[in-house]
């Protein structure tokens, strides 16, 4: 079984920058694929990016451009690395990791959430 536990997340003006983090325990981490998911109030949990065990890296057409997606297998650990933040990136944004080769959409593993929120 993953645990996996999100961190970094709080409040920043509109144009600022977070890191948020995703630390996951066991040693099959670096077998999974991993993706960052985010929640707007009264909104459905949509997906932000993917990464594959190799690096391979999608994103959603909104966050193209301004996120960054990446891991470090040594420190089992994903990153998602959010530029020029805009108001309606505010949402909880949650980790997941599913094995290889399932979608993300499928059944996975999903840390408890962090949110940011974007505001001035």
């Known amino acids: 079984q993953v645990q996996l536990v999100e961190s970094g997340g709080g409040l920043v003006q509109p144009g600022g920058s977070l890191r948020l983090s995703c630390a996951a325990s066991?040693?099959?981490?670096?077998?999974?694929?991993m993706a960052w998911f985010r929640q707007a109030p009264g909104k459905q949990r949509e997906l932000v990016a993917t990464?594959?065990?190799?690096?391979?890296?999608n994103y959603a057409d909104s966050v193209k451009g301004r996120f960054t997606v990446s891991r470090d297998n040594a420190k089992n650990t994903l990153y998602l690395q959010m530029n020029s933040l805009k108001p309606e990136d505010t949402a909880v944004y949650f980790c997941?990791?599913?094995?290889?080769?399932?979608?993300?959409?499928?059944?996975?593993?999903w840390g408890q959430g962090t949110q940011v929120t974007v505001s001035s």
């Open positions: 997941k990791g599913v094995p290889w080769p399932s979608s993300v959409q499928s059944g996975g593993y």
């Open positions: 066991g040693s099959i981490f670096s077998t999974y694929t």
């Open positions: 990464i594959t065990s190799s690096g391979s890296s």
